[in-house]
């Protein structure tokens, strides 16, 4: 690997809730590796676990020291892509990760600001992909599971290893096959949910670039 070389960390994560698929993790898998030629996208799956899910990105941050990381999670019910503008300093679970953790009422970091503003361009992001005809709009919620945990958590220690980092956390609809038997909730094609992230990708590389 060429660590000189300008790099996006691309995370997803694996199937919960008793699912066997993840839309975040299969479009994850299927982006390109390269962007504009001169970006490298590397791409992990991490575990629906607080704590673990963080470490892992922790880890791959320290490891490849990319110029930006993108988590991708699932929102089902959401219509469209979900560009998330802000990360809450709460863990509140519904339903208990893939661990049965089900934290309530409990701050991520107990001396941690209250939010983290998303660092990659988010209206650009969801521009782009809606030029790619794909719903897309801006979040102020990404939720107090795992998403959101990730998220705050990834803001949290670029911010406190003064790691030169952009952050941003993408929400992803279900797959068709996930929303059968749900009524009318809706749903994307795992090609959609590919080609909005490779567009999100792209605007967050030119940022990266133009730096």
Excluded at 13 to 31: C, D, I, R, Y
Excluded at 46 to 70: M, N
Excluded at 167 to 174: C, E, K, T
Aim: some cysteine.
């Amino acid at each position: 690997m060429n660590l000189n070389m300008l790099r996006i960390l691309v995370t997803g994560f694996e199937p919960f809730g008793g699912a066997t698929v993840n839309p975040a993790s299969l479009a994850v898998q299927k982006l390109k590796t390269t962007v504009r030629g001169e970006v490298q996208i590397v791409t992990r799956e991490i575990p629906t676990v607080f704590g673990k899910s963080a470490k892992a990105v922790h880890d791959a941050i320290l490891e490849l020291s990319p110029q930006a990381v993108i988590s991708v999670g699932q929102a089902g019910g959401t219509p469209g892509i979900r560009v998330e503008r802000v990360a809450l300093n709460l863990d509140d679970a519904r339903i208990p990760d893939n661990e049965g953790n089900c934290p309530v009422d409990s701050p991520i970091d107990p001396v941690g600001p209250v939010a983290y503003w998303a660092t990659i361009p988010v209206r650009e992001v969801v521009d782009a992909i809606a030029k790619q005809g794909i719903p897309a709009f801006i979040s102020y919620n990404a939720g107090t599971f795992v998403c959101n945990h990730v998220f705050y958590s990834t803001c949290n220690f670029a911010a406190k290893q003064d790691i030169p980092v952009k952050v941003g956390f993408i929400h992803v609809p279900y797959l068709p096959c996930q929303a059968v038997g749900k009524g009318e909730t809706p749903s994307m094609s795992l090609e959609c949910i590919v080609t909005a992230l490779e567009a999100a990708v792209e605007v967050v590389a030119e940022s990266i670039v133009s730096d």
